[in-house]
């Protein structure tokens, strides 16, 4: 930890600033990295809006608070005032502030004008359907292909010693005027980013050398309310996996809960929001769409269990929730529920669904458990507390009578009825129900999660299946959720020695390979999108609860 916060990778983790929909990254699609440095947009989906092209070669060098190119005595510094508007001054360095597409069609790409009313220079984008205007502080600037239409560059150059000042806006606002000076505009950034980290991690030091970097992700990912998002959110990333998802946000509500609780709670309510009239919540949110395609697993119990108290109004969200499964997702006469699809566990094209879709499988019956129990401790009444307390004794017994083997747990296709084991990790999550299972459930449980373990944590495919792949999804990578909850799990059901060292692997793969979407097991290389905040979010969890545990 430094007093200037941590030094990151722009090609790995974007810049950005606490509430922005916007941030600046050479990253502007799926696994698409460009040459420059972008301003890139999550309104409306993920949009690269203008590219900033230094006129010289230039090293990037980026902290929470302050992106710099310098080159010698060349020099250009980047840095938000708001949440909307950044700051960006150059001093013996030009600058081309350009649209990133070059083509305006009558229903797409960017028109480029100099505004008479203040003399600003606006872009109209119809991708993100947003302005942005450049003010121009200090210096020269030459505008390039103004008021042209087809293709052309856009935008303006900037030489000498110059400041200007992006927004981003909906129709109109009054003109840009400065309020502070560049460097007082930074200093409040990095006061703004201190708070959080202090927040969040108030334990962190030279044992947790990821901490910081972590605060950061989770600050900078975050969101103001804005079109579907009503509150405060926390993006899985300002890459291209730019939505909420309705399992993720319960880590990242974890991660925060300690430090700010609101936003915690904001964190866990956010697909409450939108849970549609059967109870289900969305499969995803994010700016201008929600999604009901698929949903995601019932883990919101097993989340409570790690916030703070929870308010009154959280418990008809969840029973709502729970009946949805087991309703909708239950067929007449059975106790255990079922997944449609791969997608609906979280765990989209794990092993245990190769040979069907429509499963009863473990993890599920396990997760709604957990969140019958979680029912039981919030009903209103005893009556209510006796009759889910019930419904969870009934599900574990099912669970067992019919999913358990004797040596492992099965699943079981919904509409042949025939039954199959796989060489997932997911078919040993059920140890997230802990004491309730019998003793010798547990042990063999732990035994073959000790089998998934590599040099850098769990690994989704055990690594000598025959379906293992090293950039597989769930077929192989380590992952957060995955790991966060069996690491728990296992500590309720009497094996902390193995939880340590799951927690301790993959706490040290994030400090050596970043927050990673997921990673590779064999050689814990990130994969996938490179700033997530689940990630994040379960380095700060994992090592929040280490350092209570072993601190004098």
């Known amino acids: 930890m430094t007093a200037s916060g941590p030094v990151f990778s722009l090609w790995e983790i974007p810049f950005s600033y606490h509430g922005s929909w916007f941030g600046f990254s050479p990253v502007v699609a799926e696994g698409t990295y460009a040459e420059e440095v972008h301003l890139v947009s999550h309104q409306t989906g993920m949009h690269a809006v203008m590219k900033l092209v230094p006129e010289t070669a230039a090293t990037i060098t980026a902290t929470p608070h302050r992106l710099t190119w310098h080159d010698g005595e060349s020099l250009i510094d980047l840095a938000y005032e708001s949440v909307d508007t950044v700051r960006v001054r150059g001093r013996g360095a030009g600058l081309r502030v350009l649209a990133a597409d070059p083509v305006l069609t009558p229903f797409s790409g960017p028109y480029f004008y100099q505004d008479p009313v203040d003399g600003s220079y606006v872009f109209t984008l119809y991708q993100t359907g947003r302005r942005y205007r450049i003010t121009l502080l200090g210096g020269r600037a030459e505008h390039l292909g103004a008021q042209v239409l087809g293709a052309a560059e856009r935008g303006i150059r900037l030489s000498g010693e110059w400041e200007i000042a992006i927004e981003e806006y909906e129709t109109a606002r009054a003109p840009y005027t400065a309020k502070d000076p560049f460097d007082q505009v930074v200093k409040a950034a990095r006061a703004e980013f201190e708070a959080f980290a202090q927040a969040v991690a108030p334990w962190r030091g030279e044992r ?297 692997r993959f706490r040290a793969l994030c400090e050596r390979s970043g927050f990673a979407e997921n990673f590779d097991a064999r050689t814990g290389q990130g994969l996938r999108d490179r700033a997530y905040t689940w990630t994040a979010a379960a380095y700060l969890h994992l090592a929040a609860a280490h350092e209570r545990r072993t601190r004098p």
């Open 208 to 504: 947790t050398p990821a901490a910081e970097l972590a605060a950061y992700v989770l600050w900078s990912a975050t969101v103001r309310p804005a079109g579907f998002v009503n509150r405060p959110a926390v993006l899985m990333s300002k890459h291209w996996m730019d939505k909420v998802w309705s399992w993720d946000h319960c880590f990242n509500a974890i991660a925060v809960a300690g430090g700010l609780p609101g936003l915690a709670w904001d964190q866990y309510r956010l697909p409450f929001d939108h849970q549609d009239a059967s109870g289900a919540l969305p499969d995803s949110v994010t700016h201008s769409e929600i999604l009901y395609n698929f949903v995601k697993p019932p883990i919101h119990g097993w989340a409570l269990r790690h916030l703070p108290a929870a308010a009154p109004d959280v418990y008809p969200l969840l029973e709502r929730w729970t009946t949805f499964w087991l309703t909708a997702r239950r067929v007449p006469g059975h106790e255990l529920p079922h997944y449609q699809h791969g997608n609906d566990s979280g765990w989209d094209n794990a092993t245990t669904f190769d040979p069907e879709r429509v499963v009863q499988s473990a993890d599920l019956a396990a997760f709604l458990i957990l969140q019958l129990r979680e029912l039981a401790r919030l009903a209103p009444g005893p009556d209510a507390a006796a009759r889910w307390s019930a419904q969870a004794d009934r599900m574990r017994d099912a669970l067992l009578a019919e999913l358990w083997d004797g040596e492992r747990f099965v699943a079981r296709g919904v509409l042949s009825g025939r039954t199959w084991s796989s060489s997932s990790l997911l078919d040993l999550m059920p140890i997230v129900l802990g004491e309730e299972l019998p003793r010798p459930v547990r042990a063999a449980l732990a035994a073959a999660i000790e089998r998934h373990l590599t040099a850098y944590g769990l690994a989704t495919e055990l690594p000598d299946s025959p379906h293992y792949l090293d950039d597989g999804y769930w077929r192989g990578p380590i992952w957060a959720p995955s790991t966060v909850l069996i690491e728990d799990g296992l500590r309720r059901a009497g094996h902390p020695d193995l939880a340590d060292e799951i927690s301790a």
